[in-house]
């Protein structure tokens, strides 16, 4: 069974920091691409990070410089540490694995690309 297990949500206050974990098992991660999306209510969902094989991390233009996606293979996790964080960062957070082949998609509900699998979603609230 593919499994992602989210953690590290919560609330900060404007110009805090958080750090999104994501551990998966059931599928093989040297196989898969790792990314993370997020969703606010009434919002399209928004490809924030990725991970490609062959290629450094990409960002999202509104969270460049910001963030860092980081990945620890040993343990089949991926880290989002998000720093300088603002009120519109508020979002449910979702890790998601998919095949090598193939493009992240824009997507207007998370979770429903069809990928190797969705996490569960976090909640990352920013206060002013």
């Known amino acids: 069974e593919v499994q992602l297990v989210e953690s590290g949500g919560g609330s900060v206050q404007t110009g805090g920091s958080l750090r999104l974990s994501c551990t998966a098992s059931g599928f093989n991660w040297d196989g898969a691409d790792m990314g993370w999306y997020r969703q606010t209510l009434g919002n399209e969902c928004e490809l924030v990070s990725t991970?490609?094989?062959?290629?450094?991390?990409n960002y999202a233009d509104s969270v460049k410089g910001r963030f860092t996606l980081s990945r620890d293979n040993a343990q089949n996790t991926v880290y989002l540490q998000m720093n300088s964080l603002k009120p519109e960062d508020t979002a449910v957070y979702y890790c998601a694995a998919k095949p090598h082949y193939g493009g992240w998609h824009r997507i207007l509900t998370c979770r429903n690309a069809e990928y190797i699998g969705w996490g569960q979603g976090t909640q990352v609230t920013v206060s002013l």
């Open positions: 991970f490609s094989r062959g290629r450094p991390p």
